[in-house]
């Protein structure tokens, strides 16, 4: 640009972000640190008051600030807990003995064939004709997963796992969500754009006029949970249809599994709009000579579908498919599950319920058990896992690329 | 992959396209049948009921509306003061914070855009109780405009890079050419730069406005009751979660919240997929 002095560029530059950064700094930053201070307290419902004697906390407590000095309320003040890392200790809890480490061994060593196979994939990919397709390397893979599951009795060591620790049954039902529901999204996405993307189908323009109603709905994502919660109640939707042939309803809801299915299911519903949207988008920049090229070759439809189309939406669905599984329809679900379920059907007194996700469970943990530094030591390992998760989605998509030009 | 396929593919796809279509429609068909039937029930006993109108009354909608005994008009402006203040606000802080981001170069500006990818890492949920304790020292806490600067700078991270990203597109050379002209920085922005971003002006406005109009727990948590001083979503959960849930009134107000943003999404359907794909979502 034009160049201009120093002291002139700054205050204007100061100008342009000034307030963007005031607000970070306020409303993002100071809650951070707030939050990684108090995990290492015991702020609990029985000790919820600062005491503003000690130096960090007459720091960090806006009611200790002189400008807005408040009135204490009754109850005990907060202190540093003794140990320090009491709170993460309790939340990770038996995780970390033999037993625990043992099974989650187990559970890591699962994934070892698929790596393995991924690994077989690409130094297959570098030879000029395959012997094998990857298809049935990863079908290889899976199966030796499956019957490693049974060897190891993974079913055992899962057991030993959720008996020692809320975070681990919570952070695992989470990624176990997250791997169903991403995938599924994009994959009726996908399916979807590649038959709306093709012009002798009639009615496309009206079709995909049909596909953003769920997509505008999913900002009112409350009103639109609570009616999909209905039609999977006892005298919902589903189960009068069911009665309607003959067939006995079930109480959805308050089973685990098809609570969290259900979740899935309106899931998909607010999400799969947003997916087909973008893969069209995708899909349409793909120029046509590439099929052409591959026409004239004899490749069958398949053969197109694999080796062009998927290879070429990777660049530009990848980065949003990232930015979904770590992000609100993802690791972060909330309104839907909240709305749906409030984090149950129970499973016992003191154990998360059966579709508590992360994020459920770090609200029930506030707001209903007022356990602020239990809260606080969660949010700030959840935090460390979304903010590498954060820097590898821009390795992965270069959303940096910007940045570094 | 325009070759027409074979007539059994032909007509999967079709009826793949027809289930789409009824899963996509049918919650919101179902709420519309629901606000015509007379009674607190959402459900009729005859299956028909379910998929055609067999009875239509405008009894919920003209309770929903005389604000008696839900104030739902209230709520309603509430939501729309909050939502509207929002956009404005994110409007003006986002878009000039992502023209400096974009257009100068200055020290720390690659950190400065990764530290904000980074702290959005942070849930929401989490810092819901020092955000709180940091209103309620400003006087904000339980007042509309706590919650329109709570929103503003949540929604400021996606707003920057999606504007970012626009300014990205738009080629330097008119703003140097304005520049030469004697256009200082700021009035290259102001009257160069903004005018060329109107598209994703209109994307950034309508999702920061949704993202204010639909957002649930930080109302629930920064606005505590009384009834009128609800955001409408937060009064509409109220609604659903009391003794006997008046499902005929709540699918009435679900209507009336739903509908008119369904017709501003189809009317900016090709923006917002325009926009989004330009802006933070693409490589």
């Known amino acids: ?405 | 992959m325009s070759r027409k396929p074979r007539p059994l593919v032909l007509v999967l796809q079709y009826i793949f396209l027809g289930l789409m279509t009824l899963f996509a429609l049918y919650p919101i068909w179902f709420v519309i049948l629901a606000s015509g039937r007379v009674g607190s029930r959402l459900y009729t006993l005859n299956l028909l009921g379910m998929f055609i109108p067999t009875e239509w009354t405008f009894e919920n909608y003209q309770v929903m509306l005389s604000g008696q005994p839900y104030p739902f008009l209230t709520w309603m402006r509430n939501s729309l003061f909050v939502a509207g203040f929002t956009t404005i606000a994110c409007l003006l802080i986002a878009t000039s914070a992502a023209f400096a981001f974009s257009r100068f170069r200055f020290y720390g500006r690659e950190f400065g855009l990764i530290l904000l990818l980074a702290i959005q890492a942070f849930p929401g949920v989490l810092s819901l109780v020092p955000v709180a304790q940091l209103l309620t020292a400003f006087k904000l806490y339980a007042s509309h405009w706590g919650l329109i600067l709570a929103y503003t700078i949540g929604n400021l991270v996606f707003t920057t890079w999606l504007m970012k990203g626009y300014f990205d597109t738009i080629p330097i050379e008119i703003e140097e050419a304005a520049m030469i002209d004697g256009c200082g920085p700021i009035q290259s922005f102001l009257l160069v730069g903004l005018p060329m971003a109107k598209p994703a002006l209109a994307v950034t406005a309508l999702l920061a406005f949704m993202g204010g109009w639909g957002e649930y727990v930080f109302a629930s948590v920064l606005i505590p009751a009384p009834d009128v001083r609800r955001t409408l979503m937060v009064g509409m959960y109220s609604l659903a979660n009391t003794q006997s849930i008046p499902w005929g009134y709540f699918a009435a107000g679900a209507v009336m919240t739903i509908i008119p943003v369904i017709l501003i999404y189809t009317y900016f359907q090709k923006y917002l997929v325009g926009g989004l794909t330009l802006g933070g979502v693409k490589g």
């Open chain 1, 1 to 405: 640009m034009v160049s201009w002095s120093g002291r002139r560029k700054a205050l204007t530059i100061l100008a342009f972000i000034g307030p963007t950064l005031l607000g970070i700094l306020a409303l993002n930053i100071y809650p951070i640190i707030y939050n990684v201070y108090i995990s290492f307290t015991n702020r609990n419902q029985y000790h919820p008051n600062p005491d503003c004697t000690v130096f960090l906390t007459s720091v960090i407590e806006p009611g200790c600030w002189p400008m807005f000095r408040s009135n204490a309320g009754m109850g005990q003040p907060y202190v540093i807990q003794e140990p320090l890392f009491a709170n993460y200790d309790s939340l990770i809890g038996k995780l970390f003995t033999g037993e625990g480490v043992l099974a989650l061994v187990k559970l890591a060593l699962l994934f070892a064939p698929l790596i393995i196979a991924g690994q077989v994939n690409k130094r297959l990919d570098r030879q000029l004709t395959r012997p094998v397709s990857s298809f049935w390397v990863w079908i290889g893979g899976l199966a030796i997963t499956v019957l490693l599951a049974w060897i190891l009795n993974v079913g055992g060591a899962m057991k030993t796992l959720e008996a020692s620790s809320d975070f681990f049954i919570v952070v695992f039902r989470t990624l176990l969500f997250v791997v169903i529901t991403v995938p599924l999204n994009y994959i009726f996405g996908l399916i979807l754009a590649l038959v709306l993307n093709g012009d002798y189908i009639k009615g496309r323009t009206f079709f995909r006029a049909i596909m953003i109603i769920p997509w505008a709905a999913s900002t009112m994502f409350i009103i639109m949970s609570l009616i999909w919660q209905f039609f999977f109640r006892e005298q919902g939707t589903i189960n009068q249809i069911l009665r309607a042939f003959g067939g006995e309803g079930l109480a959805w809801l308050a089973n685990g599994n098809y609570a969290l299915a259900a979740i899935i299911l309106v899931n998909l519903w607010f999400s799969f709009p947003f997916c087909f949207n973008i893969i069209l988008g995708a899909l349409q920049s793909i120029p046509a000579d590439q099929y052409e090229a591959a026409d004239v070759d004899g490749a069958t439809y398949w053969q197109q579908l694999v080796n062009i189309t998927l290879p070429l939406l990777r660049p530009s669905v990848m980065p949003a498919i990232v930015l979904s599984a770590i992000g609100g329809g993802g690791f972060q679900m909330f309104g839907t599950v909240w709305a749906m379920t409030g984090g149950g059907p129970s499973q016992g007194a003191g154990v998360p319920g059966a579709t508590e996700l992360v994020m459920v469970y770090a609200y029930k943990q506030v707001f209903q058990y007022n356990a602020y530094a239990k809260a606080g030591a969660f949010a700030v390992i959840i935090f460390i896992f979304l903010f590498i998760a954060t820097l590898y989605s821009m390795r992965i998509s270069r959303i940096t690329q910007g940045a570094y030009e």
